[in-house]
């Protein structure tokens, strides 16, 4: 075999392998999640093969169809009925079938400076869309007890929504849901201002609050809750707390609790560190502040000598 034909044969074979590694480690999947009258949801998820840990990275978006076509950017824009998402493109990160007639939808300007959560329903042949809540940081849904989704609002308050029959119901502040219970909700929250984590039992349908047992940030470690799972968050809430709702609600430390505590050395080492990073934020807003100051003054200097001169 001559140098140039081995040459071309290993060429062929390599550009071969090639166009397989390439063929796999990419593809795209379609998976309808709702379907219903004249509207249609079909989650596209792209796969793509990290070839340094030799796993799939899933990335899942959604595709919105009405009466057969795929419903327009423009089209989008004009079932929102706001003037923010006019001219605007879209993703569609997040689809969940709330009955056989409606689905919850977290849609994004594809700039990602403005989101909305929007309920789609379909009666008959038409579709209507209801915005649930509006922001500029993330509209997707949150862990939630069973047959409910959490939202969280622009000024970070709690939305909590009920699959069906559906309805929105506001919560003041940034808590957990952690377990329901007809028109009670356990909820968790971290007050750092205070410096105490508060778990309450609150009416649902009012806000009111009905029990309510709060924990010294000093003595307690705060519970990884952010990502757990609702059955987790749930377990958390009755391995620590005994909780009645009859004959009059209450909330109450589990003497054989689980909690994690932490020593006074320890809360004293996160005080510090607390207030070094304070002092560190004020050092760099009085930076960017002075910077701000000496661009502006060197602008009215440039701007007084440009009129002294002669002939401007």
């Not at 919105?64 to 605007?88: H, I, V």
């Not at 329903?121 to 069973?146: F, Y």
């Not at 009920?162 to 929250?189: K, N, S, T």
């Not at 505590?261 to 990073?277: F, L, V």
């Amino acid at each position: 075999m001559s140098i140039r034909r081995g040459f071309s044969s290993r060429t062929v074979a390599l550009l071969a392998v090639a166009s397989l590694l390439l063929t796999a480690c990419g593809r795209t999947s379609r998976e309808p999640v709702f379907s219903s009258g004249p509207l249609k949801v079909v989650a596209v998820t792209e796969s793509t093969l990290d070839i340094n840990s030799s796993q799939y990275r899933h990335h899942t978006t959604y595709v919105l169809y009405l009466d057969g076509e795929t419903l327009s950017d423009a089209g989008f824009a004009t079932l929102l009925r706001d003037a923010d998402a006019a001219n605007q493109t879209f993703v569609h990160t997040e689809a969940i079938a709330l009955d056989p007639n409606a689905v919850l939808l977290a849609s994004a300007t594809r700039d990602g400076r403005q989101c909305w959560s929007t309920r789609i329903a379909v009666k008959g042949a038409a579709a209507a869309l209801e915005t649930i809540n509006k922001g500029s940081i993330d509209c997707s849904t949150r862990t939630a007890p069973s047959g409910w989704r959490a939202l969280y609002d622009e000024s970070s308050s709690l939305l909590l929504i009920r699959d069906h029959p559906f309805h929105a119901y506001p919560v003041a502040g940034y808590w957990y849901p952690l377990w329901i219970e007809d028109d009670v909700v356990a909820l968790y929250q971290e007050q750092e201002e205070k410096e105490r984590l508060v778990v309450k039992l609150a009416r649902i349908s009012s806000g009111q609050t009905l029990a309510e047992q709060a924990l010294p940030m000093a003595q307690f470690a705060e519970p990884e809750l952010l990502n757990a799972s609702a059955q987790a968050r749930q377990q958390w809430l009755f391995d620590n707390f005994s909780v009645a709702l009859a004959p009059q609600a209450s909330i109450t430390l589990r003497p054989d609790n689980q909690l994690k505590t932490i020593t006074p050395e320890r809360w004293a080492e996160y005080k510090e560190i607390e207030r070094q990073d304070r002092e560190a934020d004020a050092r760099a807003r009085a930076a960017g502040e002075a910077w701000d100051r000496a661009q502006r003054e060197a602008l009215t200097r440039d701007e007084a000598a440009r009129q002294r001169r002669p002939g401007d």
